[in-house]
């Protein structure tokens, strides 16, 4: 329910091996921690399922040092996805570990943690944004909030205390060698000035990692990018640009691109590569081989996301039809061989994403022919079971918890509007239905769940 699924490196079987002798599955728990602008505190932005800690109630040091992050290294070393990673674990299991999340950490294991310390931290802590994209909510974006979903922002636990934060990280600061910084507009964000001036000033040569809309530029950001040791990667999801502003509402094509150019420019003097992050859903997967071939041709890598949710924008619940016209098209699609690494690396990822939509036909042509549930009442009964199915080895929160929790946020709905929701979300995946109840809240769930109501007949 957010942005899943990112396809990367295939996996290699050069694992890291644990002194135990089992090979380390994920290096994200290890090695990282996440800040959500919700105040939770995650090992990655994939497992959304295990909470770590919320801030402020609890310090940094608490968070890393505590017993529920050692709860995870150890069901991980024991291969356990149950503890929030069962999207990696299924995919693992499958012999799809390209299409894991794990995958993105797997660059951690060449960093050493001294004294038990982190070596990256990933920060999505403000919602402050310019853009109302499609895809997205007012969760990730001030503007949706604002203007679409006509609400005051939600609270930002990193933000109102952003001093005692900084202060809490000071002493990881010298043990980091990355630091990641996404969601809303980064540059937008007086928290990440903050604390990109506390990190030059502890440790200049940490490597500060922007995830930015490409929209915000002036002379003061180009000042500080030039000082400090940035890569920074851009979100677009077109090349075309009738389907990107269609897209990324309040974007102006032209003024992205050019800042595109000063990005790329940065980056190849320090020796990164440039990053394009995209969304692959219905407004543009007709595009994606072309994207591809773009990316190739200019020396950027691809980091691709598919929707999960909103439902309205996701193809892996498209009618098997539309999803076998799909799949053509990428079978169908062909690429130059430039040798370098950046266009085999975006090659194994097109080819997960193949695979990926591959898996999703062979789902929905299995079931297709069975009967659709209708009723409240009987909707009710297939959430309970659905519920009742999932193993929960952490016994934190019972059934009975997320079950009433579902149907207090369709207190909110007519019952036609209640039924449309339930039909909608027993379509899920239900560990990420409880993953994200895990780290969100009700009003939070809401403005999901309305998202479903608006957009029932795009679904």
């Known amino acids: 329910m957010g942005i899943l699924n990112t396809f990367s490196k295939i996996f290699s079987k050069r694992q890291v091996v644990l002194e135990s002798g089992n090979p380390l599955v994920c290096e994200a728990p290890f090695k990282s921690l996440r800040f959500e602008h919700s105040g939770k505190v995650l090992a990655s932005c994939y497992n959304r399922g295990y909470v770590l800690g919320e801030f402020p109630k609890n310090s940094l040091q608490e968070i890393w040092f505590g017993e529920r992050i050692k709860a995870l290294k150890e069901a991980l070393n024991n291969n356990d996805f149950s503890l929030g990673c069962q999207t990696c674990g299924r995919n693992i299991q499958q012999g799809n570990r390209a299409a894991s999340g794990a995958a993105q950490y797997d660059y951690l294991k060449h960093w050493k943690g001294k004294k038990g310390f982190p070596v990256m931290f990933d920060f999505e802590i403000g919602s402050t944004c310019n853009f109302e994209c499609v895809m997205c909510s007012g969760e990730y974006s001030s503007s949706i909030r604002k203007n679409r979903e006509g609400k005051t922002p939600y609270t930002a636990p990193f933000e109102d205390n952003i001093d005692l934060f900084v202060e809490q990280l000071t002493p990881f600061l010298p043990h980091l060698k990355e630091m990641?910084?996404?969601?809303?507009?980064?540059?937008?964000?007086?928290?990440?000035?903050?604390?990109?001036?506390?990190?030059?000033?502890?440790?200049?040569?940490?490597?500060?990692?922007?995830?930015?809309?490409?929209?915000?530029?002036?002379?003061?950001?180009?000042?500080?990018?030039?000082?400090?040791?940035?890569?920074?990667?851009?979100?677009?999801?077109?090349?075309?640009?009738?389907?990107?502003?269609?897209?990324?509402?309040?974007?102006?094509?032209?003024?992205?691109?050019e800042n595109i150019k000063y990005f790329h420019k940065l980056n190849k003097e320090r020796g990164?590569?440039?990053?394009?992050?995209?969304?692959?859903?219905?407004?543009?997967?007709?595009?994606?081989?072309?994207?591809?071939?773009?990316?190739?041709?200019?020396?950027?890598?691809?980091?691709?996301?598919?929707?999960?949710?909103?439902?309205?924008?996701?193809?892996?619940?498209?009618?098997?039809?539309?999803?076998?016209?799909?799949?053509?098209?990428?079978?169908?699609?062909?690429?130059?061989?430039?040798?370098?690494?950046?266009?085999?690396?975006?090659?194994?990822?097109?080819?997960?994403?193949?695979?990926?939509?591959?898996?999703?036909?062979?789902?929905?042509?299995?079931?297709?022919?069975?009967?659709?549930?209708?009723?409240?009442?009987?909707?009710?009964?297939?959430?309970?079971?659905?519920?009742?199915?999932?193993?929960?080895?952490?016994?934190?929160?019972?059934?009975?918890?997320?079950?009433?929790?579902?149907?207090?946020?369709?207190?909110?709905?007519?019952?036609?509007?209640?039924?449309?929701?339930?039909?909608?979300?027993?379509?899920?995946?239900?560990?990420?239905?409880?993953?994200?109840?895990?780290?969100?809240?009700?009003?939070?769930?809401?403005?999901?769940?309305?998202?479903?109501?608006?957009?029932?007949?795009?679904?």
């Open 180 to 257: 990641r910084f996404l969601g809303g507009e980064p540059f937008l964000m007086r928290s990440h000035q903050k604390i990109w001036d506390k990190s030059l000033a502890v440790n200049p040569q940490i490597m500060l990692s922007v995830l930015t809309n490409g929209s915000v530029m002036n002379s003061r950001i180009k000042e500080m990018l030039e000082e400090g040791n940035f890569k920074v990667s851009v979100s677009i999801d077109s090349i075309v640009k009738s389907t990107y502003e269609s897209i990324r509402v309040n974007g102006v094509f032209e003024e992205v691109m």
């Open 272 to 459: 990164y590569t440039m990053n394009f992050n995209l969304c692959v859903m219905r407004q543009n997967w007709f595009e994606i081989p072309d994207y591809f071939k773009y990316c190739n041709e200019n020396g950027i890598e691809v980091v691709l996301h598919t929707i999960e949710f909103p439902l309205h924008c996701a193809i892996w619940n498209l009618p098997s039809m539309k999803l076998q016209e799909i799949l053509n098209l990428y079978e169908q699609a062909s690429f130059n061989k430039f040798g370098d690494a950046n266009s085999v690396k975006n090659t194994s990822t097109f080819n997960a994403l193949v695979s990926q939509v591959r898996n999703w036909l062979a789902h929905s042509i299995s079931n297709e022919g069975k009967s659709v549930t209708r009723g409240i009442e009987q909707l009710k009964i297939v959430l309970n079971t659905k519920l009742s199915t999932y193993a929960l080895k952490e016994r934190d929160r019972e059934k009975e918890y997320y079950f009433n929790f579902i149907l207090n946020v369709c207190d909110e709905f007519t019952e036609e509007e209640t039924e449309v929701v339930l039909h909608a979300i027993n379509q899920l995946k239900i560990d990420l239905l409880i993953n994200e109840i895990n780290v969100s809240t009700k009003e939070r769930i809401y403005e999901r769940f309305k998202l479903i109501t608006l957009h029932a007949k795009e679904i």
